[in-house]
């Protein structure tokens, strides 16, 4: 009598009993689609709305610099041609002075504008994005690995479970044919070779299941422990995004201070501005 306890004893097993062979019936997972195209759904963190905003804020940076730049050239040059010997009598150079550090002091809030949406928008949204892309694209190739092993496992169980039946059957009939007489030793040689290979062909069985139901376990372990992580990050990246955008819209208070700095018009004589 043959007897193969299994990793899971409710399953039934394989065993003899009044020279018939029962099958063993084991439950196998379903078997995953190997498509290496194939993405998860716990992999649904999208990064497009945080680039369209990054990009965005990196061209308003670099719009507001060389604006910058540009407008600081223009009063420079013009404060040169001012500070000239003739040009510097004249009864409004003052005025003139005052008006080109006006624009002056516009040109340098500009660029600190420019410096607010690199550090709060640009870099950080950079950050978040490179985090999220290699959160991606590791936990996907682990969990590719991971489903490879699994679907390899799959095959040879089914393999293993094949030639368990087909020792099943060489014994069967080798017990029928010794019912039926002829040489006894000789059938008796057969049934035990053929008993010990269903023995061998059950316990590698029983080995594939056991790894099989570990690496199932791996894998969807694998699964729960990324789709919690992925949606951590879904949660930071909204934070972020918002804290981003409402950090950058306030980076233009830099300019509220200049209408402090600059006379109203009422202030600088004469009704031709008035009018």
């Known amino acids: 009598v043959l007897h193969l306890k299994l990793a899971r004893p409710s399953a039934p097993r394989d065993f003899v009993r009044h020279g ?4 063993m019936v084991v439950a196998v997972p ?6 290496c195209n194939e993405v998860p759904e716990w992999l649904s963190c999208d990064v497009d709305q945080c680039l369209v905003v990054q990009d965005i804020a990196a061209q308003i940076v670099v719009t507001c610099r060389t604006f910058g730049v540009q407008l600081e050239g223009v009063c420079g040059e013009a404060a040169k041609q001012l500070d000239a010997g003739d040009v510097k009598m004249l009864d409004c150079a003052q005025a003139c002075l005052d ?9 340098s809030a500009v660029m600190s504008v420019a410096g607010d949406l690199e550090s709060t928008i640009t870099r950080p949204l950079q950050k978040t994005i490179a985090t999220i892309q290699e959160e991606k694209t590791g936990r996907l190739k682990h969990w590719q690995q991971v489903r490879g092993r699994f679907s390899e496992l799959q095959g040879r169980y089914g393999r293993s479970r094949q030639r368990s039946m087909e020792a099943r059957g060489k ?7 010794g019912r039926l007489g002829g040489w006894g030793w000789k059938k008796s040689g057969d049934s035990m070779r053929h008993a010990n290979e269903q023995h061998a062909a059950m316990c590698d069985l029983a080995k594939c299941e056991e790894e099989l139901r570990r690496s199932e376990a791996s894998l969807r372990e694998l699964e729960d422990e990324s789709r919690r992580r992925i949606g951590q990050l879904e949660q930071e990246k909204r934070a972020l995004l918002l804290g981003a955008l409402t950090s950058g819209a306030g980076s233009l208070r830099r300019l509220l201070p200049l209408a402090d700095k600059v006379p109203p018009p009422e202030a600088c004589g004469g009704g031709g501005a008035g009018a």
């Open 30 to 35: 379903p078997v995953p689609d190997s498509s």
């Open 99 to 107: 008006f080109l550090g006006a624009f002056g002091l516009l040109s």
């Open 20 to 23: 018939a062979i029962l099958p």
């Open 171 to 177: 014994l069967a009939s080798s017990g029928s044919d």
